[in-house]
């Protein structure tokens, strides 16, 4: 047992071990499967499978050689379990390495979807930083047209002259004439009704100005804002034609990650199902040639 235990790199506390150093196969493996949990392995599936077969099949062939066919088929047993498991290890290790590839290329496709995400946010502010910009550039013109025809509309007003009635104008030369004529008295009659007619008609001339500056400064108001609605559309409906380019593109982008992925995985079934059958190959040989190596040994 000692020396089955060097070959095998292992070793084991006496308190594992009966006294006479005599157990059966069974309770060998056994041990050996115990030790590898304690040190931090998985049993049989930690890659040294090949060497418990070796082990396994030595044996086998000496119960054979010594008539103890009962220990032979026990022996035959365990290589059939060591087979299945050294299988499935190999078939493990395949598939792990599938999924790491898988892994990868996902973390990748995640990472560029995360900076493809960034890039669209990133223009997106840009745009609506621009387009804000703008408007407001466009206000502040309008700000500063606006002041312009205000005073430009006060200037007009001051630069023509007063029309005033038929009526005023009469009774201002009726004034004048009694004045020339030294007839102050009704001249200061006629004067005071001439003022009084006057300043209606200043409140009139005031009021319709009034009126047709507020008309025009409304329409002028309403002219601007209708241009910032229209600019403000603009922006709308570019906005909205780059949200659909995005999602647009995001599809596209998701779907040719889908494409890789299914890809790699139809390449990856198919180089899979090659691994297995070529490991099955190779551990069928491998096992002959350990027969082969065991049965010279014994020789």
């Not at 930690?46 to 054979?64: A, F, K, P, T, W």
């Not at 059939?80 to 790491?100: C, D, F, H, I, K």
């Not at 997106?124 to 621009?130: S, T, V, W």
């Not at 593109?249 to 180089?271: P, T, Y």
């Amino acid at each position: 047992l000692e020396t089955l235990l060097e070959k095998m790199n292992r070793t084991v506390s006496v308190d594992d071990l009966p006294r006479d150093n005599r157990i059966t196969f069974r309770t060998f493996l056994h041990v050996l499967e115990q030790h590898a949990w304690q040190n931090g392995g998985s049993g049989h599936d930690d890659g040294n499978n090949m060497r418990y077969i070796q082990i396994v099949e030595e044996h086998r062939q000496l119960s054979v050689k010594r008539g103890e066919y009962l220990q032979a088929e026990e022996a035959a047993k365990q290589l059939v379990e060591l087979r299945e498991r050294e299988e499935m290890r190999r078939q493990t290790l395949a598939t792990a390495n599938t999924a790491s590839d898988r892994a990868k290329i996902q973390a990748a496709h995640q990472k560029q979807y995360l900076e493809y995400s960034c890039h669209w946010d990133e223009f997106m502010e840009d745009f609506d930083r621009k387009s804000m910009e703008y408007v407001a550039e466009v206000k502040d013109r309008q700000a500063q047209e606006l002041s312009e025809f205000q005073d430009n509309m006060v200037e007009d007003m001051q630069s023509k002259p007063m029309k005033w009635s038929h009526e005023l104008i009469h009774w201002r030369k009726r004034q004048h004439v009694m004045a020339e004529q030294r007839n102050y008295a009704d001249a200061q009659q006629i004067k005071a009704i001439a003022d009084d007619m006057e300043e209606e008609e200043l409140e009139n001339m005031n009021l319709r100005f009034t009126t047709s500056f507020q008309k025009k400064e409304a329409a002028f108001r309403q002219r601007r804002a209708a241009e910032i609605q229209a600019l403000l559309k603009r922006v709308d409906v570019r906005r909205k034609e780059l949200e659909q380019q995005r999602e647009y593109d995001s599809k596209r982008l998701s779907q040719r990650n889908r494409n890789v992925i299914a890809g790699m995985e139809s390449k990856q079934s198919i180089e899979k199902a090659k691994t297995l059958d070529l490991n099955k190959i190779e551990l069928r040989n491998e096992m002959a040639t350990i027969r082969e190596d065991v049965a010279k040994g014994l020789a």
